[in-house]
């Protein structure tokens, strides 16, 4: 086999006690240049939020968010299960019902923070945070992949981030796994093909040296285009903090032979 290469929630809240700070809402139509090429003209729309609360004179808590919202997509099973990411499930998923979502987890944010002060209140000046992004991959072949991103900072000696990516079969409304795309997920076959990837194409980014395993298995934060499978490895899943992320790309010629018939007819492969 050829050597693989590694790449790698608008609330207007106010407490007695708080004053407001600024607070900016907006949806809009999204054109992300970058991704035309394999979107074409699949309709997007989004719900904004950027706001911001100074709840303790040593303490400002900032909330931002984006939600993706797709016209044209009418399942709810479908809708269901893109949304279960960011934690939102409504009986219907119009923009004003997504907004009024995200006001919510905007003000359940404000109101945790604000509760915390009671056990801990910072000696100097802080800004806690808390942010997510909704970010279409793309959309191909049925095939609609989207990523998830978050970050934040609420004390302690470091912030946290995360990535996840989901597929999702518009052609079946489901939730792509990976036995839609793999025929056999065997540890001992996958763990060689993941491990020399990760140790042999590091390069200078040094994650090498913090792996924190033995064996690299296969995991559900993928996503794919016409040449590549990737695995997305999120913080202290297979290496340090200090590592970050550890995306694993997989050429798809390489394992032709582990894909389904199934995957190879809708990926033309």
């Known amino acids: 086999m050829k050597n693989l290469l590694v790449i790698s929630v608008i609330f207007a809240v106010s407490f007695m006690s708080c004053n407001k700070e600024k607070s900016t809402t907006e949806t809009s139509n999204e054109t992300v240049e970058k991704i035309t090429a394999t979107t074409g ?12 609360l100074k709840i303790d004179k040593n303490l400002t808590v900032k909330f931002q968010s984006k939600i993706l919202l797709f016209p044209t997509l009418k399942n709810k099973t479908l809708l269901d299960s893109i949304y279960a990411p960011k934690e939102i499930r409504l009986d219907e998923y119009s923009k004003a019902n997504i907004a009024a979502a995200l006001d919510l987890k905007m003000k359940e944010f404000y109101e945790e923070e604000k509760n ?6 910072p000696e100097f000046a802080q800004n806690w945070e808390k942010n997510s992004d909704m970010n279409l991959v793309s959309h191909r072949n049925n095939f609609l992949t989207v990523q998830y991103t978050g970050d934040g900072y609420t004390g302690g000696a470091h912030g946290y981030y995360f990535e996840t990516y989901k597929v999702f079969d518009l052609q079946n409304n489901k939730t792509l796994q990976l036995a839609d795309i793999l025929s056999n997920q065997d540890s001992a076959l996958w763990n060689p093909i993941l491990m020399a990837n990760f140790t042999q194409n590091d390069g200078d980014k040094g994650q090498v040296e913090m792996l924190l395993v033995k064996e690299i298995p296969l995991n559900n934060n993928f996503y794919f285009d016409d040449k590549n499978l990737y695995f997305l490895y999120n913080q202290y899943e297979i290496t340090a903090y200090a590592a970050g992320t550890v995306l694993i790309k997989v050429p798809l010629s390489d394992i032709k032979p582990l894909l389904t018939d199934e995957f190879i007819k809708r990926q033309n492969l």
């Open 116 to 121: 915390a002060l009671q056990d801990y209140k």
């Open 41 to 52: 003209n699949f309709p997007l729309d989004s719900v904004k939020v950027n706001d911001s």
